[in-house]
Structure formats: structure tokens, C-alpha cells
């Protein structure tokens, strides 16, 4: 069977000790993202992966899990767990995404869900999709990371960066992938670049890499909590 599933990684923090907003916004920002991932590609496979640091309340889980196909908690995940405690921002994705795709390689109990998949996409909570949003632009990149068009960096005019707060990848390209958040964990560590986005640009194969000019996105930024759109 010719897998046919897009799986959504939505990536969360509901309950961090850093941040602009504050829980009840959190909670009815990572709502609307589900709900337009689920609009806009209805057979999506949802995993929301969350590494809160303080207690979820029931209620708030429940109306989650009602949204996504499954809630993954890595609170207790220790390199996950520390960063959030922490507040290490671009360390934590890094390790919340290692963690999820160990979990689908591994984990005998979720490893089935990839049999279907023919596409990932990594989504950061309190984004949501434009109606524009097509899953059709993705297909015939088998083997290929797809992020927005680089950008030149903040930080060195000589550099650029990759918007992570929506990309995707194929199936075939999840060892590749871990292998640059190993990389990139190590350019973090070593300061040697300030950011996820800066470490992404550096360490993606540019021999998987397709560019688009348009995401069909849009974000609240964590620095100063306005919109962004991709």
C-alpha cells in the first residue's frame, strides 16, 4: 500500500517558565492551530508533542486530544525535561523533535503510524495554516527537506537562517534528520551559531534541499508576541 498520509509534528510548550504569553493564551493558540491544520488537510495525522514543565489540567488535555490523533507528553524525557526547565529555547526543539522521531523509529507502539506516512511536517503550536496551504506543492519531493527561502541572518550579513517554525521532510530522510539535530545541538552547545534557525541553515545536506518562496503560514513570535506571515 502507497502510504498517503502527511503527519503534522506540532511542536508545544503549554506550560513553560518562560515566555510572553501567558497559559490561557497558550491553550487557545495551540486550538487554533490544530483546528487549521485539521481544516486545511483533513486526513493529516496529528502528534502533539508537549513538554510543559508545570501540570496540564485535565480539561485543557482533553479538549487537545479531541483535536489531534495523539498527545505525546515528554515532560519526562530528561534532555527535553532540562531544556524546558531551562528555558533553552532553540536546544529544546531540537531535542522535543529528536525525541518524537527516536519514539516513531522505536517505540513499538507508534512505529506503525509511519507505514502510512508519505511526508512530515514539523509545526510549531501557536501557528496556524492559510488557506492557501496546499499539500499538492509538496508532492514529487520524494527525499527532499522543503523549507521557506533562507533569509539573510540578524546576526552576520554574510550568513543566513531557515524559518523552522514550519518545514517538513520525507520519510526517507528521518536518520539524515537526526543527524542534524546532533549537529545542530553541537553548533548550539559550542556557540557557534545563536539560534535553531542559524544552526538549520548550516547543518541541512544542501543535496535534500528545495527552497519555497511561500509556506502559507503565519505565527505569533515569541520575542514581542506579534504576526508574522510566511
Known sequence: MIPDKNLFIVTSALKPNFGIFNDSDRFAQTIASLKSIRKQVPEAFILLADISVRPVPDLEREAIGGLCNLY???????NTNYC???GLKSHGENCLL???LMNLKNNPQLSPIMKDVKRIFKFSARSELEDTFNTKEYDNLFGKFVF???IVSWNDPNTSLFITRMFSFC??????YLNTIQK???DLSN??????EHAHFRNIPEK???????????GWLAGNGQIEHY
Open 72 to 78: 505525546l507528553d515528554l515532560k519526562d524525557e530528561p
Open 171 to 176: 520519510p526517507s530522510l528521518i536518520d539524515t
Open 148 to 150: 521557506k527561502k533562507r
Open 184 to 186: 545542530n545541538l553541537n
Open 208 to 218: 535534500y534541499l528545495v527552497e519555497f518562496d511561500k509556506i502559507h503560514c503565519w
Open 84 to 86: 524546558a526547565v531551562n
Open 191 to 196: 556557540n557557534l551559531v545563536p539560534d535553531t
Open 98 to 100: 529528536g525525541a518524537v
